[in-house]
């Protein structure tokens, strides 16, 4: 009879597992067809979309600065912590641009500030790859993102057409 027991309990709690992971999938799904957005868009149409974003943010300068395809010595611009005023407006996004004009797509991810607050050691992952050179070592948190206030992060045209851009609201 203890046997059964406990043949009841295991299946009990791999049915609990099963189902736990099943609402994460769900939930990974629901996020991603939310955040983000794929197309296939003209050359002249991407140029468009990234001159509507950065003429909102003309005469400002990015917090991360990419030298042509530089990736390799890439610049932040963190003003002193004593001297910075907070920002009076709450940063709730970062929202990621990216145009490969190689296969004419126009790629947009919105992300939630409590996701990048959600790394454990305050790192922006979201730099965090390969694709990104050195970026990770400017260890750019998401206190620093918040502290610059809603913004422009990133704006970097590659030489063969590539284009990222990085901004808050």
């Given at each position: ?20 992971c099943?609402?994460l999938?769900?939930?990974l ?90 790394n ?9 790859s ?39 609201e």
């Open positions: 009879m203890a046997a059964k027991k406990w043949i009841w309990i295991a299946v009990g709690l791999l049915a609990a597992a099963l189902l736990a099943g609402g999938v769900g939930t799904a629901y996020f991603s067809l939310r955040h983000l957005n794929i197309r296939k868009v003209s050359v002249e149409s991407g140029e468009r979309e990234f001159d509507q974003v950065r003429e909102r943010f003309a005469g400002k300068a990015p917090l991360i600065e990419i030298d042509e395809d530089s990736w390799e010595r890439p610049r932040i611009h963190r003003p002193p912590a004593e001297v910075e005023p907070r920002p009076t407006q709450p940063v709730q996004t970062m929202h990621v641009m990216v145009w490969d004009d190689r296969q004419g797509n126009l790629v947009r991810l919105d992300l939630p500030m409590w996701i990048l607050k959600l454990r050691r305050g790192r922006s992952y979201i730099f965090s390969d694709n990104f050179g050195d970026l990770e070592r400017l260890n750019l948190s998401a206190e620093d993102i918040e502290r610059n206030g809603p913004g422009l992060i990133l704006d970097h045209r590659g030489r063969r057409g590539e284009r990222i851009l990085v901004w808050t």
